[in-house]
């Protein structure tokens, strides 16, 4: 038997929550084109964003520690690789689509500069006169203009749903664009917000303990940690490499089951009952508990502290701004250094954003070695 699209979009018909996005009911995309043989509308998007040159250079962009500092640390590709896997938990456990929450998810950073938030926070200075910078914006920025592979249209032509997602994304970190549409975004989209924190503290978490940078004696700080560590079993303070893996795998599971009984909790206590009660509802309905919400910002709170204002952070961030900066006011000087490409594109879109586009595009490799050739007398 073969699973058509027709075959996939009645299975979600039949299948999905009242409350949940089917892909059949998407508002569509900004250029009519043929959808699959074989995929949902969902599922193509999915593929259009994996197979993009922004994607690809996730591997090389930080998230905490700069690509240079080892092979084991989470770079922006892997962290998107488990947000996209936490999604896909919340999203089956109650009963949503999983294209969706997968798309997004995987969408929710292409728009990240290099050297992580750093990097965002030059950016957003050298552009606060020439239309600002945020990372949410630039996702959206990249997936409808700055990728060009089709002859018909710029960007990928992804569904409004997808788009929505990306242009609302929201964490403690992460500003959403109120201006796209009314309401609030797909429960789908709601739940890539949860999964983004829960996996950026149990990541960042794991490469902090895995550097060095924090120690197991400190861990004792964190009343959610210090629970997680007595159910399984484990001494804090004894931390060793194969309990610090059962340390970060149990904080995920325990994080990831009250954000599934939180958010249905939600739905039942405010009788979600379709898309439209959820784009309605005034609040966030994919929440964690109050206990665990307290929790979580006290990890987090403990995480800004010690790792990421450690001494060895703030230093890679100090030359993160540098590198940035030299690399910004060298272009602006003098556009004659940009390629072709980028020059063509300042004409069309003024000098300002086509080098921050350009800039914001690089990998932390790359910007290193662009500057020891702009800069490094020796460098060819």
Do not use: W
């Amino acid at each position: 038997m073969l699973y058509t699209r027709e075959r996939l979009l009645a299975i979600e018909d039949e299948t999905l929550a009242p409350y949940a996005m089917r892909a059949s009911r998407s508002r569509g995309r900004a250029h009519p084109e043929e959808e699959s043989a074989f995929r949902t509308p969902f599922q193509k998007d999915r593929d259009r964003v994996i197979h993009t040159t922004a994607f690809r250079r996730l591997e090389y962009k930080t998230q905490v520690f700069v690509n240079y500092e080892g092979d084991y640390y989470r770079t922006r590709l892997t962290h998107t690789l488990e947000v996209a896997q936490v999604a896909r938990s919340l999203a089956r456990a109650l009963g949503l689509n999983e294209d969706l929450a997968e798309t997004v998810a995987l969408a929710h950073d292409l728009g990240h500069p290099p050297f992580g938030h750093a990097g965002e926070r030059v950016l957003a200075e050298l552009m606060a006169d020439h239309g600002g910078f945020d990372h949410n914006a630039q996702s959206l920025r990249i997936v409808t203009h700055l990728e060009k592979r089709y002859p018909g249209f710029r960007g990928l032509n992804l569904t409004y749903e997808v788009r929505e997602g990306i242009a609302k994304h929201e964490t403690a970190y992460d500003v959403p664009d109120a201006g796209f549409g009314e309401g609030r975004p797909t429960l789908e989209a709601q739940i890539v917000n949860l999964a983004d924190e829960i996996a950026y503290n149990a990541h960042d978490l794991d490469d902090g303990l895995r550097s060095g940078l924090l120690v197991p004696a400190q861990l004792s700080e964190v009343p959610l940690l210090v629970e997680v560590a007595e159910e399984a079993g484990i001494e804090l303070f004894q931390l060793g490499e194969f309990d610090r893996r059962v340390l970060i795998r149990e904080l995920l599971g325990k994080m990831i089951t009250d954000a599934i009984q939180a958010t249905e909790a939600n739905l039942e206590r405010h009788g979600i009952d379709s898309l439209e009660a959820v784009r309605r509802f005034p609040a966030p309905l994919a929440t964690y508990s109050g206990s665990m919400a307290d929790k979580v910002k006290q990890l987090r709170r403990f995480l800004f502290e010690n790792l990421y204002r450690h001494y060895r952070i703030v230093r890679q961030v100090g030359k993160a701004r540098h590198v940035l900066e030299r690399l910004f006011a060298a272009y602006v000087g003098m556009p004659e250094m940009l390629p072709p490409t980028v020059q063509r594109a300042a004409e069309e879109e003024g000098l300002y954003r086509a080098v921050c586009d350009y800039v914001a595009g690089m990998t932390d490799r790359f910007a290193l070695e662009e500057y020891a050739r702009l800069f490094d007398p020796y460098g060819r």
